[in-house]
């Protein structure tokens, strides 16, 4: 049976904090890792990596992908109250995605 | 607007009551899933089509049904034999089986007393 495991589950931190979101995989016919970011409803999509070792970047969050390790990570520098979500990981197999349980991020002013 | 909508938002049934949740794109997407999210949970996959009258089950399909009548329409029934159906449900869709960057819908929020 595949297995997403995202930690820490939650975590609070100050505005201008940096944070590291995990992501550990165990997916049958792994093809990608897929981030999104769940604020209310509908999450939204972050990142799709496919290569072990590139980090992909998008303004203050990066993430890259050890598919020897089978994990990925997300980062985001310089948080802002507007980062507060539940930041969901997915691992994407032959026809269809695997999600973890999601890592809640609280950022306080 | 390209998007997907869900209809209702926010949905109420009495116990043992069929409902339907409507789920509509208009990305030209081939692919279209049903998840369902339970608080503090990750998503998990109910049903999914990859083509036009054709569905497969997911990790959760006991108590739900679908049809895939058209390209654009992936309506999801919650019936009576589902044990534990208040939850929120995710619609999403991708351009095809081996693209994996699924969009979701706003979602509906089913209670059941």
């Known amino acids: 049976e595949d297995k997403v495991v995202q930690s820490p589950l939650s975590l609070v931190v100050h505005e201008g904090d940096t944070v590291t979101l995990n992501c550990s995989y165990e997916?049958?016919?792994?093809?990608?890792l897929l981030w999104y970011k769940q604020e209310k409803k509908a999450p939204t999509f972050l990142f799709m990596l496919?290569?072990?070792?590139i980090e992909k970047k998008s303004g203050r969050l990066s993430s890259i992908l050890d598919k020897k390790e089978l994990f990925s990570i997300l980062n985001i520098t310089a948080t802002q109250t507007g980062d507060s979500a539940v930041y969901l990981c997915?691992?994407?197999?032959?026809?269809?995605?695997?999600f973890g349980k999601g890592t809640k991020l609280s950022v306080i002013p | 607007d390209g998007g997907i909508t869900q209809s209702p938002k926010y949905l109420f049934r009495k116990e043992g009551q069929n409902v339907t949740l409507s789920c509509e794109q208009n990305?030209?997407?081939?692919?279209m899933y049903w998840y369902r999210q339970d608080p503090g949970q990750g998503l998990r996959l109910i049903y999914y089509?990859?083509?036009?009258?054709?569905?497969q089950k997911g990790d959760i399909a006991e108590g739900y049904s679908v049809s895939r009548e058209k390209k654009e329409s992936f309506p999801l029934t919650v019936t009576s034999a589902q044990k534990n159906p208040t939850a929120f449900y995710l619609c999403?869709?991708?351009?095809?089986?081996?693209?994996?960057?699924?969009?979701f819908g706003p979602g509906t929020r089913l209670t059941v007393t």
């Open positions: 999403a869709s991708s351009e095809g089986r081996l693209v994996y960057e699924q969009y």
């Open positions: 997916v049958t016919n792994f093809r990608s």
């Open positions: 496919t290569s072990s070792g």
């Open positions: 997915a691992g994407a197999g032959s026809y269809q995605l695997t």
């Open positions: 990305l030209n997407h081939d692919a």
């Open positions: 089509s990859q083509i036009v009258n054709d569905f």
